[in-house]
């Protein structure tokens, strides 16, 4: 069956180290993996895309990778703040398919 | 420029009723997408218009519905109400959808959050 995994457990991170996120996929051939921000009683936003043929993209603090041989793509927030705490979601764009399929998010708290 | 925007933002009923959302998207964007999201499913896509023709449709029984307005706006309607329908509904606007030639990033309203009795 398709799954899309993140840690359900929730990421404590002490202000300034750098935290990391790991999705993992089963059983799709996504074209786009995207990286979202929640927050509590807001839709998510987006943060980062990338492509099947790229390895790593970057956006100020945020670094993402993704390996489809795999099947993985980390996400990185490098020297964390107490705003980066949220939930952080990872999202599959497939291929002939107008879709997202979301891994159901992996919580993040930065501690001061 | 507005975001997107759901109405309404909080929602009871019970079961057996119908309800309709509203989602109003970003001026110029042509796409709507809806998602439900629960706690066990996380976010699952319902459906996506583009220029009021639908063009996707995820896993969700008949009860489901939606409809795209010639100005973009949409709503979607849930017929039946089960109290497993308890969830965020969020819409989620784009210029040209998911198409994968010309990708657009998907900005998502706050959601409405449904309670079903």
């Known amino acids: 069956s398709q799954k899309i995994e993140q840690n359900s457990e929730a990421l404590n991170i002490q202000e300034g180290k750098t935290a990391t996120l790991t999705c993992n996929y089963t059983?799709?051939?996504?074209?786009?993996l995207q990286w979202y921000r929640q927050d509590p009683g807001r839709g998510p936003v987006f943060l980062l895309l990338?492509?099947?043929?790229?390895k790593e993209k970057r956006k100020e603090r945020l670094k993402v990778t993704f390996d489809t041989t795999l099947k993985q793509s980390l996400f990185h927030i490098t020297a964390s703040q107490p705003a980066d705490s949220a939930t952080y979601l990872c999202?599959?764009?497939?291929?002939?398919?107008?879709?997202?399929?979301f891994g159901k998010g992996n919580q993040v708290v930065v501690i001061p | 420029k507005a975001g997107v925007t759901q109405t309404p933002r909080y929602l009871i009923k019970t079961r057996g009723q119908q309800v309709t959302l509203s989602c109003s998207p970003i001026s110029g964007h042509r796409s709507v997408s809806w998602y439900q999201q629960t706690p066990g499913q996380g976010l699952q896509f319902l459906f996506e218009y583009f220029s009021e023709t639908q063009r996707n449709k995820g896993n969700f029984p008949g009860r489901f519905s939606g409809r795209q307005f010639s100005n973009s706006r949409s709503e979607m309607n849930v017929s039946t109400l089960e109290l497993g329908d308890s969830a965020l509904y969020l819409c989620?606007?784009?210029?040209?959808?998911?198409?994968?030639?010309?990708?657009?990033?998907?900005?998502f309203g706050p959601g409405t959050r449904l309670t079903v009795l």
């Open positions: 059983n799709y051939s996504p074209a786009y």
């Open positions: 999202a599959l764009v497939l291929y002939g398919n107008n879709r997202l399929a």
């Open positions: 989620a606007s784009s210029l040209f959808g998911l198409a994968l030639v010309s990708y657009n990033e998907q900005f």
């Open positions: 990338i492509r099947e043929n790229e």
